[in-house]
């Protein structure tokens, strides 16, 4: 029997079959996909012990933050949103309210002290034993690290849309200067491919088109002898699924293997998300990100030969202790150069635990603003020229939703995953279409389905 249909959780919160009468279940997610996939962990693990889905806060027994550590405004919206919650909280102590993710493993128990009304705190590799937590009576908190948890027998709760997310591997070994990341999910752990591969039949079986396979250096995938390429490979396989999409890889662990992969197998999106963070070899250096400025721009080249429609985008930190304006203007400029189709710009944010967190920092937060603002203005006119070329050509577009804005109209991703808006003629959710693109902006296509 498959690990995943001999989940005893996965049955219990059947309909019929659970003794005791649901109870309501709110749940927010911030942060990464990894968040909304473990997420969706939580609702499967909770389903065995009764618990069921809310849409608002008031209707539920346990409110639930999933939380992200990335950076300290992340931490601080969360920390609002929680307080706010407990204040609204009308029923006493009947509903339970506890953060759970990287914010709560980063703080630990010491959040049931600075929280009044925190109820519990539970870390990513908690969430098993989260239905046990709930019943405790007084404030509790589960954040012991387990290198072997992947929740590989916890069949996930997934949502509605046409996408759907497949955690293969957990947790980062790189150890980065500046992240926070090793610290809160603990050392890399892949998931068995069977598993994986019979969740992407799940996946399909449950009208899903799109797969997006998650880690936190997912190209680091390693199971016995099948590594990422094999699994890309195996995945294409599965009938029925349309794309296959990943996130985020580590240029440094991008194998020629993989680059192959991706070249051979039409149903892996010509897109990645490849994290540069710095365009200045001193500063990658001191990141200690594994690899050079020049090895990714071999490395973006050898992408681009051997997938020439692919998309590429980045993560940018400004403002890392001791970046000058040498090294910005290096960033700057090899952006340029990579000719990035989207970034992630972010203002370095020092946190407790990392090694970069004893270094001074350099520039306030003024400066760092400033050099972020840049990047952004310069991202945005590289973006909309990118996309303006795309003008007259036709797209592929995987419809997901209704416009937001024009009446009557879709909007969805490409293989590019760039977002188009178009007039349908015949278009529906969940189908794929072709788009003539008609406008182009920054951010978003706009067109008429063909
Ligand atoms: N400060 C700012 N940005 C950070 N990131 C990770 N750690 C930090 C930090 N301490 C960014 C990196 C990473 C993305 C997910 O978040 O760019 O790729």
Known sequence: MSLLSGNPQASVGQPGQSATPSKGLYLESYGCQMNLADSEIILGSLAAHGYEPVETAAQADVVLLNTCAIR????????????QLI????????????????????HREKLLDEIPGLDFVVGPDGYRRLGQLLEAGEAVADVRL?????????????????????????????????????????????LPPEVLIEDLENIVAQGYKEVVMLGQ??????????????????????????????????PADMSERTIETLART?????????????????????????????QYRRLLAKLRDAVPAIAVSTDIIVGYPGETDEDF?????FMEEMNFDHAFLFKYSAREGTRAFK????????????????????????????????????????????AKKQEGWLAGKNPQFKTVVFDPRTAAIGELVKVRIEAAGSHTLRGRQV
């Open 146 to 190: 387990d290198q072997h948890e992947t929740y590989a027998d916890i069949a996930p709760r997934r949502g509605e849309g046409v996408r759907a997310w497949l955690t293969i591997m957990r947790g980062c070994n790189r150890l980065c200067t500046f992240c926070v990341v090793p610290f809160v999910r603990g050392r890399e752990r892949s």
């Open 359 to 402: 270094l001074e920092e350099t520039l306030s937060e003024d400066e760092k603003g400033a050099r972020l603002q840049r990047l952004i203005a310069e991202q945005e006119a590289r973006a909309a020229r990118i996309n303006q070329e795309l003008l007259g050509s036709v797209t592929e577009v995987l419809v997901e939703s209704k």
């Open 72 to 83: 300290e405004h992340a931490e601080q919206r969360v920390a609002q949103r929680v307080r």
């Open 217 to 250: 250096t997912v190209n680091a995938y390693s199971y016995g002898d099948v590594d990422f390429a094999q699994l890309l490979e195996r995945a294409a396989e599965v009938d029925g699924i349309e794309r296959i999409r990943y996130t985020s890889p580590h």
């Open 266 to 294: 039409p149903k892996v999106s010509p897109y990645v998300h490849l994290p540069l963070q710095s365009g200045s070899d001193r500063m990658l250096s001191a990141m200690e990100r594994g690899h050079d400025v020049d």
């Open 329 to 333: 203007e290096a960033t700057s400029a």
């Open 87 to 106: 204040a609204e909280r009308r029923d006493g102590r009947r509903m339970r309210i506890g953060l759970a993710g990287c914010m709560a493993q980063h």
